[in-house]
């Protein structure tokens, strides 16, 4: 037994347009490490174990640039008319911003980032993807971003930055250094982080409807591994590290 587990991670450009976005994105970065940086003569927080055990094995996932523009009412409206689940909307930012599915909010309109990312261990491992919550920040107020949990060791997916945004709000800011998503993994273990070049991620990411829709995950998870697919991902993402 080993007291680290290795997390594979790499960029999964959904693109739209074909650009990809490799240098947009950074190392995760333990969240201790931030928590450590804010220290001050009275802190007790470091030394706090229930503080300390929950944030042990949270990373941050931070942005590289500035993103600061408004989003026009009109378009955002139009674009829910669209019978299409995947429209561009238009605007003067870095990374597209789309409409990927409906908002199942009611007074809500769905917004994707398009900063994706890919996780895979080697060994079975929970991971929880969430908003940013120490601090808690939204590129727009009151946005509600879609939050998940699945085994990154048996199944091979795409981490988005998903939006439920009030009507009403539509001016998008994210600053450089500001934490765009959480990544938690459920261990006592220490987690060493290794970047590769990505293959076979497309395939999981259309098995929904290829492979049949509704299903659960520990179905997904079954049909993957009596296909040897994690293996298969193993395999090739261990061949493209990045050192």
């Known amino acids: 037994?080993?007291?680290?587990?290795?997390?594979?991670?790499?960029?999964?450009?959904?693109?739209?347009?074909?650009?990809?976005?490799?240098?947009?994105?950074?190392?995760?970065?333990?969240?201790?490490?931030?928590?450590?940086?804010?220290?001050?003569?009275?802190?007790?927080?470091?030394?706090?174990?229930?503080?300390?055990?929950?944030?042990?094995?949270?990373?941050?996932?931070?942005?590289?640039?500035?993103?600061?523009?408004?989003?026009?009412?009109?378009?955002?409206?139009?674009?829910?008319?669209?019978?299409?689940?995947?429209?561009?909307?238009?605007?003067?930012?870095?990374?597209?911003?789309?409409?990927?599915?409906?908002?199942?909010?009611?007074g809500y309109y769905p917004l994707t980032y398009n900063m994706n990312w890919l996780f895979f261990s080697d060994e079975p491992l929970m991971m929880k993807f969430t908003a940013p919550y120490y601090p808690a920040i939204s590129p727009i107020r009151g946005s509600v971003m879609a939050a998940g949990e699945y085994d990154i060791g048996r199944w091979f997916r795409n981490a988005t930055l998903d939006y439920h945004v009030p009507y009403g709000q539509y001016h998008f800011e994210i600053r450089k250094g500001d934490p765009l998503a959480f990544v938690e993994f459920d261990t006592d273990k220490k987690i060493v982080f290794k970047r590769f070049e990505p293959k076979y991620h497309h395939e999981s990411v259309l098995s929904i409807g290829r492979y049949g829709k509704n299903k659960s995950l520990e179905e997904r998870y079954q049909m993957a591994e009596d296909a040897d697919f994690p293996k298969m991902v193993l395999h090739e993402i261990k061949k493209n590290v990045i050192e």
């Open 1 to 106: 037994m080993t007291d680290e587990i290795t997390v594979y991670w790499a960029p999964a450009h959904d693109d739209v347009d074909g650009n990809p976005f490799n240098m947009l994105y950074r190392k995760p970065e333990s969240l201790m490490s931030f928590v450590h940086g804010e220290k001050t003569p009275e802190s007790t927080q470091q030394t706090c174990p229930a503080m300390k055990d929950r944030l042990n094995n949270v990373f941050v996932l931070r942005s590289s640039i500035d993103e600061i523009f408004d989003l026009d009412p009109e378009v955002i409206e139009r674009s829910q008319q669209e019978v299409l689940n995947r429209v561009k909307y238009d605007v003067k930012s870095t990374v597209d911003i789309t409409k990927i599915r409906p908002s199942n909010l009611n």
